[in-house]
Nanobody, 123 residues
Framework: QAQLVESGGGLVQAGDSLRLSCGTS??????MAWFRQAPGKEREFVAA????????HYAESVKDRFTLSRDNAKKMMYLQMNSLKPEDTAVYYC??????????????????WGQGTQVTVSS
């Protein structure tokens, strides 16, 4: 069973930046994504990438502030988060799947998940 491991969360102030990392234990997936879940809310899509051609999608709420990147050699995925806002506070999850023909923004379409890393943005 593949393991996804996130790191890089923390407590920051509004306007600060954080970089999250997701390791795949060397396994290659067709698609990887970041989701987040705030207390009392459903898990929501943040960003996703297709490993083969590098196509990347972002949620409107993070577009122009967050950047998803990959290290193909290390099979690592990153999320650079700039201009953080209190509403970005959530547990951030790394997700992955082997199937390209699924809705990249739907959490239920992903078979592999990390344990999550907490991001807290104070005002």
């Amino acid at each position: 069973q593949a393991q996804l491991v996130e790191s890089g969360g923390g407590l920051v102030q509004a306007g600060d930046s954080l970089r999250l990392s997701c390791g795949t234990s060397g396994m290659l997936f067709s698609r990887m994504a970041w989701f987040r879940q705030a207390p009392g809310k459903e898990r929501e899509f943040v960003a996703a990438t297709t490993w083969g051609d590098g196509t990347t999608h972002y949620a409107e709420s993070v577009k122009d502030r967050f950047t998803l990147s990959r290290d193909n050699a290390k099979k690592m995925m990153y999320l650079q988060m700039n201009s953080l806002k209190p509403e970005d506070t959530a547990v951030y999850y790394c997700a992955a799947d082997h199937n390209l023909y699924r809705d990249y923004s739907a959490a239920y379409e992903y078979d592999y998940w990390g344990q999550g890393t907490q991001v807290t943005v104070s005002s």
